[in-house]
């Protein structure tokens, strides 16, 4: 990227080597701290091992190290550097300061939107979350998966994935026929107002239903009766929507459109936009018959005509000796499928019809075997691409108070906490920015508001339980989303103030002068951010983006609290550091925008 210098000596080196028939390995560039200077190091031990290996008679690190001195050689001092080593297997070069800096926040303000972008992977990515159940309401869990999705869809994309974001609600299974049990017989032609009340009504129905239909201690012989008639019933309806009776179908997918239309106002909200809607009811139908391919091949067996199911047994198809997937039942003997069939039904249609390389599932931990068993299946199954599918869950959302309980009416729901965020921003909005229009409190409210809400999840790892609390997320200090958009705000108010001169006009300004170490540390993380993208996208963890936004932003603050700006001792100064300061802006919005959070100009 601002290494154009490692590009041509890379291109001597491979020259070099080529005529030598030295084997090289892979040039693996690694970052050598500031230390006085900065730089950039590789070794040659993989290369003096191949050569081993080949059978020459070499010692590994002698080898390596005579390697590396040969080159220092080779290469002499190439403009920009200012000087080689060869040091215990390693080439190391070291960069001319001032030039370094400038060429990385050269680089910055030329790529803007795109710095940090990577080049195309030639492979496509498909990312599926935010599929909670429809005929419930989206609690905070559910933002936890829908932020970690979409954070994780746009690393991917940024680095160079051709990237399909999937949605796969379940919209079908015993939880929904409840709902509608309960609304057939007690409520219906009710709807509540609003398009949040309607889908929220809907989980208060099912949460209703649930007691209804639930054991009670000390039941009397009537309350039984009672219970048992009910849920006769429901098993009657569900009976009829597996048939495809009309009314019950209508009135499934009538409700069902409550749930995706609130559904899809919060996805909006949050700047998520599928591009695949996938339903379980619809992989319903496909997957008996891969059922039954799974029985000509061998892979299932067929125990119905002895009163059992359609079972696989992953463990012994795959010749394990210890229990790991154990057995799975792929169709009831009633000839109804299951949530782990299904499955098989939609991996085929990712792979088939978008021609996925990559299949990435953000999906509860909980459901962690469940998936496995999936992916085990379809490589018995001989699809090449389960060997390229990946689970990313994540932990539960716990409040201060305690876990949440739907049954036990303790479910957070998105859209309180999301309401409740936006009116404290405000309030603390018009404390401190008084002369703010409505639109622009607004505008903030929305950023501030769910860009904490957002960061209180991508900073914890996403295996982690997390323990959701609004007033830390809140806070414009420590390790939050504000603190961060903060940092965004303080470089923009600076630049906003430098008027007359436009920072873009400003020239290449030079940092030959003895900078901070406040300037030093910024310019350093400011080079690491696509290595970051990079790293983040690779390993599936959007934390790590998260952090790296942290730590840019603190070490933003900490220059801005030491180092005159305006004030610089001489203009050349101030040129730079206005241009670091843009780059840091420029750098801090594409740090948060990888995180699905807005960097606001004032807050
Ligand atoms: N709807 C499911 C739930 O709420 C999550 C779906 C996960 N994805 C999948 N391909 N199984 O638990």
């Known amino acids: 990227m601002f290494n154009q210098e490692t590009i041509e000596i890379e291109d001597k080196i491979l020259a070099y080597c080529a005529k030598n028939e030295v084997p090289l390995a892979e040039l693996k560039w690694q970052p050598i701290p500031f230390n006085g200077e900065w730089g950039t190091s590789t070794s040659f031990f993989q290369t003096a091992a191949n050569e081993a290996k080949s059978g020459k008679k070499v010692k590994v690190p002698l080898r390596a190290q005579e390697i590396a001195e040969t080159i220092k050689d080779e290469i002499g001092t190439p403009t920009g550097i200012s000087r080689v080593e060869a040091v215990k297997g ?13 060429r990385v926040v050269a680089a910055i303000l030329q790529e803007k939107s795109d710095f940090g972008r990577g080049k195309p992977k030639g492979e496509r990515v498909m990312v599926e979350y935010a599929q909670p159940n429809t005929h419930h309401s989206f609690h905070i869990g559910h933002f936890r998966n829908a932020i970690l999705g ?10 160079g994935f051709e990237t399909i974001r999937a949605a796969y609600p379940g919209d079908i299974g015993l939880g929904v026929i409840t709902v509608l049990w309960i609304y057939e017989n007690f409520y219906k032609g009710q709807e509540p107002e609003g398009i949040h009340e309607r889908g929220q009504w809907l989980l208060k129905l099912y949460v209703e239903a649930t007691k209804l239909l639930t054991k009670k201690e000390n039941e009397t012989d009537e309350e039984q009766a009672q219970r048992e008639a009910y849920d006769a019933e429901r098993r009657e309806l569900y009976r009829k929507w597996d048939e495809g009776d009309e009314y019950v179908r209508n009135l499934w997918l009538e409700t069902r459109e409550w749930s995706l239309v609130e559904l899809k106002d919060i996805l909006e909200t ?20 891969i059922v039954d391919e799974l029985i000509a091949l061998g892979i299932a067996e067929d125990e119905r005509p002895e009163g059992g199911a359609v079972i696989v047994n992953i463990d012994e198809k795959l010749g394990l000796k210890k229990e790991k997937y154990r057995t799975n039942v792929l169709l009831r003997n009633d000839g109804t499928t299951l949530y782990l069939t299904k499955d098989l039904a939609l991996a085929k249609v990712k792979f088939e019809d978008y021609g996925v390389d990559r299949s990435i599932y953000v999906v509860d931990v909980r459901q962690s075997l469940h998936l496995q068993q999936a992916f085990a299946i379809l490589r018995l199954w001989g699809v090449p691409q389960a060997e390229k599918c990946y689970h990313l869950g994540y932990g539960f959302v716990s409040l201060p108070e305690g876990a949440m309980s739907a049954r036990a009416g303790r479910l957070v729901l998105f859209k309180d906490v999301a309401d409740e965020a936006l009116r404290r921003v405000t309030e603390a909005s018009k404390e401190k920015n ?16 769910l860009g904490s809400l957002a960061y209180a999840m991508l900073s914890v790892d996403n295996s982690r339980d997390t323990v959701f609390d609004m ?12 603190y961060i958009q903060n940092a965004h705000v303080r470089a923009a108010s600076i630049l906003k103030k430098f008027e007359g001169l436009k920072v873009e006009k400003l020239n290449d300004a030079p940092f030959n002068f003895e900078m901070t170490p406040h300037e030093i540390a910024l310019i350093e993380l400011l080079s690491r951010f696509p290595a970051k993208v990079e790293e983040a996208a690779n390993e599936y963890r959007p934390m790590i983006m998260a952090t790296y936004a942290y730590d840019l932003a603190s070490a933003f603050h900490s220059f801005y609290h030491a180092v005159s700006v305006l004030k610089a001792e001489t203009d ?12 840091s802006k420029q750098t801090l919005a594409n740090a948060l925008a990888l995180l699905g959070i807005t960097a606001p100009e004032v807050m």
Do not use: C
């Open 90 to 102: 390693y080439l190391n070069l070291y960069f001319v300061t001032a030039d370094f800096a400038e």
């Open 471 to 482: 007033d830390v997320a809140l806070s414009f200090e420590g390790h939050t989303g504000p």
């Open 572 to 583: 050349a100064i101030r040129d730079a550091r206005l241009r670091l300061v843009a780059a």
């Open 270 to 289: 949050l700047d998520i936009h599928m591009d695949a809607w996938f339903f379980e009811s619809e992989v319903d139908q496909p997957s008996k018959a």
């Open 434 to 449: 008084p002369n703010l229009s409505e639109k622009e409190r607004a505008e903030v409210a929305k950023s501030v508001g």
């Open 150 to 159: 979409e954070s994780l869809a746009r690393l991917v994309e940024f680095s």
